[in-house]
């Protein structure tokens, strides 16, 4: 274990973090929608701004995992290099649109939310029993 982690007493902060900027973008998947009937640069901006929220979610979720020596790392990571694929590939089919936003947003929110419900779940659960919170 990470002493310094442990020390800093932060696991009931980080743990608080994690799951209000899950909250954060799951509301940015929804408010794609608003972007409908908006021109085109609109909505790639709302994408690109997106997509760099959910990179610096993953790189602040991974900086925790390593501290915390999260067992299931590499699989978590995995998922995260995943997910971003689906950004970048859902920021690219806006770019030159093919798929309406509205299917763009419901696409995101079903991996988000499996990855929520599932990935992060387990990560959250393994930092309260670990460090007792």
Avoid: W
Avoid at 20 to 25: I, P
Avoid at 85 to 98: D, M
Avoid at 99 to 116: C, K, Y
Wanted: charged share 25%; hydrophobic share 40%; net charge negative.
């Amino acid at each position: 274990m990470n002493s310094d982690y442990r020390a800093s007493d932060t696991v009931f902060l980080d743990i608080k973090t994690i799951v209000l900027e899950h909250g954060g973008l799951m509301a940015t998947i929804d408010q794609l929608n608003n972007v409908i009937g908006c021109d085109e640069s609109a909505a790639n901006v709302r994408l690109g701004e997106f997509a760099s929220s959910v990179y610096q979610h993953f790189q602040y979720e991974e900086r925790i995992m390593e501290m915390a020596m999260y067992p299931l790392r590499d699989i978590h990571t995995n998922e995260h290099n995943r997910l971003m694929e689906a950004v970048v590939g859902a920021t690219k089919s806006r770019i030159n649109p093919r798929q309406p936003i509205t299917r763009i947003s419901e696409n995101l929110r079903t991996i988000f939310g499996v990855h929520a419900d599932f990935y992060d779940k387990v990560f959250v659960e393994y930092l309260k029993k670990k460090f007792s919170c």
